[in-house]
């Protein structure tokens, strides 16, 4: 019998970058304004190997929670099986239960058919059918997810379960993911742009679906023709890096190269940020893009391909068709820099529908026990 009563759990089996940035916030505003009686937990596990984080965590959690505790409600992440813990933890059955999901696996790009693992997308679909609340990051990645379950789901040879998005689809909604935080100099008038050389950044992990060769092979081709740059190749590293970064890096040389490689340390990556025109994305996976955003929040120029979630986030001038077109756009900010200001001053853009400030009512609701099945 359960002889504690809290109101919320909170599990995040991938507990860094964004995912964390999440789930921090939430907490953050729980602790300063919330009721005093207001009682949650936080477990979570460390953001390595989200594919092993996706088989396992449901187990740990379930070992980890504590059996003599009734809570109200659980949040959790979509990298985890909610169907799993539910098994393990029939306690748990009568939470509200929430999930998030940052992304889907449904519509991942593999790079070929043998590097797909089946059993992410159909955990995630088990997860949504479980939960009573079902939460994405933007419009795009609930749509993808749920237009693609009857075609994922042609994968099972025979005995295919119909009308899951009938059922999934009611329980779903689009709440953007929140920026908070952001530093003080965000608001403030960017310097005039100076003489030096257009300041380049990009700001994704280090793998194939956010394409970097797309990206390196149009920076090369400026540097070949001429043209003056520098970039800073941020975002997140791992064991195994595409061997494309070596490459670039080798080839651009100390000259065109102002940062290369990871920072941990969220104020200097808002710094490097800041000091920079233009921020590009080559994405072919992305459901946000958090980055993106926290650059035109610092008032450098958002370049994205006209694609994914990005045509949902960004108004059409920042926005690109072809690989062609990205080149010829920052030929231009390269010959003069001045455009990239006048063309970031001429957005018709409202940051604040992304900030925690406004979205904050969302999750707060998303949270709270007043839920009736």
Known sequence: MCEIERDLIILEPFYGGSHKQLMDTITTTIDK???????????????????????????????????????????????????????????????????????????YPVRSRQDGDFQYGYNQILTALAADVVVFNSRFNMESFLSN????????????????????????????????????????????????????????????DKDPKTFFDTILELKENGFQFQVSVLGEQFSKNPPIFEQARVKLGPKYIKHWGYIEEKQAFYEILASADVAVSTAIHEFFGVSMLEAAFLKCFPLCPNRLSYPEIFPESCLYNTPRQLYKRLKSYCKNKTLVQQHFNALNFSLHRFTWENLKHDYLSLISSDYSK
């Open 33 to 107: 304004e919330a009721n005093p009686a207001f009682k949650y937990d936080l477990l979570t596990m460390p953001a390595k190997k989200w594919q092993w984080k996706a088989r396992t965590g449901a187990l740990y959690f379930a070992m980890a929670i504590n059996a003599d505790v009734k809570y109200r409600t659980l949040l959790c992440d979509g990298v985890l099986n909610l169907c799993e813990l539910l098994g393990l933890c029939p306690s748990l059955m009568s939470c509200k239960k929430v999930v998030y999901f940052h992304e889907n696996q449904l519509v």
């Open 149 to 208: 379950i009857s075609s994922f789901l042609k994968l099972i040879p025979d005995h295919r379960p119909k009308s899951l998005e009938d059922i999934i689809r009611p329980k779903c909604k689009n709440v953007y993911f929140p920026l908070a935080n952001v530093p003080s100099f965000v608001n403030s008038v960017k310097p005039e742009f100076t003489a030096d050389v257009l300041q380049l950044v990009w700001a994704h992990r280090w793998e194939h």
